[in-house]
């Protein structure tokens, strides 16, 4: 089964970027994540919806 959310270091791994960017995107909401009681959870769909904005935005300079 695929995973459907990511943990910060895990879905910054997926990134290829820091987990303290990560966590700076997350603070801006770049980023989209949600809580699971203490957990902070990433879903791989705010992944791919933050990369189709960051390339729509370089295509557009």
Sequence with gaps: MTRLLL??????E???I?????YQLLATGA???L???GSR???VS???D?????TAKENAA
């Design 7 to 12: 943990t910060v270091p895990e879905a910054a």
């Design 14 to 16: 997926a990134l290829a």
């Design 18 to 22: 820091s987990r303290s960017k990560l």
């Design 31 to 33: 980023v989209a994540s």
């Design 35 to 37: 809580r699971i009681d």
């Design 41 to 43: 959870r990433i879903p």
């Design 46 to 48: 705010a992944l791919n």
């Design 50 to 54: 933050y990369i189709s904005r960051m």
